[in-house]
C-alpha cells in the first residue's frame, strides 16, 4: 500500500520555503549582532507569521497537489526501477538473458518506428510495451520461485501420506484417535490440492512469458514493414495488456496459499531456464 502523502510535510521541504527561513534566522542573528537586541524578536515574528500562512495556504491549493502527486510518482517509478534492476542482478545468467533480450527488442522496436516513420514521437501504443517489459520481469521471477517450488514438492510422499492416513482412520483405537487422523488427512489432501494450484499457475506464467516475447516480436515485424504510422493500430495491443492484467489477478489470488505453504520438505534444486522464444 502507497503511503499516503502529507502535503504540508512536502511544503516545508520545498527550497523556495528553507531559503525562507533561513533568511528569517540570518535576519535575527545580524540585528542581534549590531546591537539592535529589542528588535531581533522582528524577523522570527515576521518569519513564523508568513510561515504559518504559507503551510495553511499552499498545501491545500489543488494545483500544488498536482505537482506533488506528479513528484510522488515520479519518485514511485525510481524506486520501483531500481528494484526491479535488483532483482534482474538476482537472475541466473539465462534468465538476465532472456529480460535483457527483450529490453533490447523493445528499445530497437523505438528506434525502428522513428527511423521509418520519420515521427520523433512514438506513439502511447508502443510507449505500452514499457509496461509490458517490467511485468515480464516480475512474471519471469514468479515463475522461478513457483517452478523451484513445485519441484521440491514430491507428490508421491504426500500421496502415500494420504493413503497411511486414511488407512489409520479406520483402525483408530478411538474417536479422539480417529479425528487426529481426520484432521492430519484434511490438511495432506489441501496441501495437494494447492500443490495443483500453484502447478496451473506455473503453466499459466510460462504462457504470459512466451506470449509477451511473441507480441514484442511481432510489433517489431509490423514496424519494419507498415506501410504509414497508422497501421500500428491494427496490432492488438488492448489484448495482451489485458491478458497481463488478468495473470496477474490471477497469482494475487495464489499468493497468500504459496505463502502459506508447508516448505519443511524443501531441497535445493537447479535454476529454472525461463521459455525463451528461438532467437537468431
Not at 516545508?12 to 527561513?21: A, C, S
Not at 495553511?56 to 510518482?73: E, F, H, M, N, S
Not at 520519420?118 to 501504443?125: A, H, S
Amino acid at each position: 500500500m502507497a503511503e499516503k502523502v502529507s502535503y504540508v510535510k512536502e511544503a516545508l521541504k520545498e527550497p523556495l520555503n528553507i531559503w525562507g527561513l533561513v533568511v528569517c534566522v540570518a535576519a535575527a542573528v545580524y540585528t542581534s549582532t549590531v546591537g539592535h537586541t529589542d528588535l531581533s524578536w522582528i524577523p522570527l515574528a515576521g518569519g513564523t507569521a508568513l510561515e504559518s500562512l504559507y503551510l495553511a495556504t499552499l498545501p491545500a491549493t489543488t494545483a500544488y497537489r498536482r505537482v506533488v502527486a506528479r513528484r510522488v510518482r515520479r519518485r514511485e517509478l525510481a524506486d520501483r526501477g531500481r528494484r526491479r534492476e535488483a532483482l534482474i542482478r538476482e537472475f541466473d545468467p539465462r534468465e538476465r538473458e532472456a529480460v535483457e533480450y527483450l529490453r533490447w527488442l523493445k528499445n530497437q522496436i523505438y528506434s525502428n518506428y522513428k527511423k521509418f516513420t520519420r515521427v520523433e514521437e512514438v506513439p502511447d501504443q508502443i510507449r505500452s510495451l514499457e509496461g509490458a517489459w517490467e511485468s515480464f520481469v516480475d512474471f519471469l521471477d514468479t515463475y522461478r520461485r513457483l517452478k523451484n517450488h513445485v519441484r521440491s514438492v514430491n507428490r508421491q510422499m504426500i500421496q502415500n501420506q494420504i493413503n497411511q492416513a486414511e488407512r489409520a482412520m479406520q483402525t483408530a483405537p478411538d474417536e479422539t484417535t480417529a479425528g487426529l487422523y481426520e484432521k492430519n488427512l484434511e490438511f495432506l489432501n489441501k496441501r495437494l490440492q494447492t500443490t495443483n494450484d500453484i502447478e496451473r499457475s506455473v503453466k499459466r506464467v510460462e504462457a504470459q512469458l512466451q506470449s509477451i516475447e511473441s507480441f514484442f516480436a511481432l510489433v517489431n515485424d509490423q514496424v519494419i514493414t507498415m506501410p504509414t504510422p497508422e497501421h500500428i493500430s491494427s496490432l492488438d495491443f488492448e489484448s495482451l495488456l489485458s491478458s497481463i492484467e488478468l495473470t496477474k489477478e490471477i497469482l494475487e489470488q495464489t499468493a497468500p496459499v504459496f505463502n502459506s505453504f508447508d516448505l519443511a520438505d524443501r531441497t535445493p534444486v537447479e535454476p529454472i531456464r525461463p521459455p525463451v522464444a528461438q532467437r537468431q
